[in-house]
T-cell receptor
Framework: DAKTTQPTSMDCAEGRAANLPCNHS???????VYWYRQIHSQGPQYIIH???NNETNEMASLIITEDRKSSTLILPHATLRDTAVYYC???????????FGKGTRLHILP | DAGVTQSPTHLIKTRGQQVTLRCSPK?????VSWYQQALGQGPQFIFQ???????QRGNFPDRFSGHQFPNYSSELNVNALLLGDSALYLC????????????FGPGTRLLVL
């Protein structure tokens, strides 16, 4: 079973920041938080990952709370092309197996 | 630089048949993982291949088997197809057994009639 909890769906206005929350209250000290997204009819796309510190790349920012029990993915200026299902994942152990939940369906509104 | 490629893109089979799906990893990657994604669900891990051996396996029956070749490409075989095997089959590649970032291919959509 997935170790994360996410809202089923969210709306965001185009041009605004999209903030996607994720709860992972049982995360272990050596587990990373990963975010992927899946645009309709495509394979999942890696966005960002982090362990303790906040992370930023060209796609998004990842804010992890100090107790690591939750995190937020931030898309700073959402566009219509950001409409997708966003998966928050806690990596299981040292291997590459990824346990996906149902994710959050993000709708960007024009 | 080619990303992960999969073939075929779509496939229709009937119950009881066998199917083989193929995956070529991203250039430089040596680890391949397979996932099954039913409609409306997140991808479910099937198994992972590294150094031509199955390293990890999810909760899938023995009807699902795989292979990795010396060039790191991989095949997923499903025997005795059931209607419930209809899904999008995704391949993901990464570098090294402990590598954390996987890159996914576009998937093969299998329909079992």
């Amino acid at each position: 079973d997935a170790k994360t909890t996410q809202p089923t769906s969210m709306d965001c206005a185009e041009g605004r920041a999209a903030n996607l929350p994720c709860n992972h209250s049982t995360i272990s000290g050596n587990e990373y938080v990963y975010w992927y997204r899946q645009i309709h009819s495509q394979g999942p796309q890696y966005i960002i990952h982090g362990l303790k510190n906040n992370e930023t790349n060209e796609m998004a920012s990842l804010i992890i709370t100090e107790d690591r029990k939750s995190s937020t993915l931030i898309l700073p200026h959402a566009t219509l092309r950001d409409t997708a299902v966003y998966y928050c994942i806690v990596r299981v152990g040292r291997d590459d197996k990824i346990i996906f939940g149902k994710g959050t369906r993000l709708h960007i509104l024009p | 630089d080619a990303g992960v490629t999969q073939s075929p893109t779509h496939l229709i089979k009937t119950r009881g048949q066998q199917v083989t799906l193929r995956c070529s990893p991203k250039s430089g990657h040596d680890t391949v993982s397979w996932y099954q994604q039913a409609l409306g669900q997140g991808p479910q891990f099937i198994f992972q291949y590294y150094e031509e051996e199955e390293r990890q396996r999810g909760n899938f029956p023995d009807r699902f088997s795989g292979h990795q070749f010396p060039n790191y490409s991989s095949e997923l075989n499903v025997n005795a197809l059931l209607l419930g095997d209809s899904a999008l089959y995704l391949c993901a590649s990464s570098l090294g057994a402990g590598q954390e970032t996987q890159y996914f291919g576009p998937g093969t959509r299998l329909l079992v009639l």
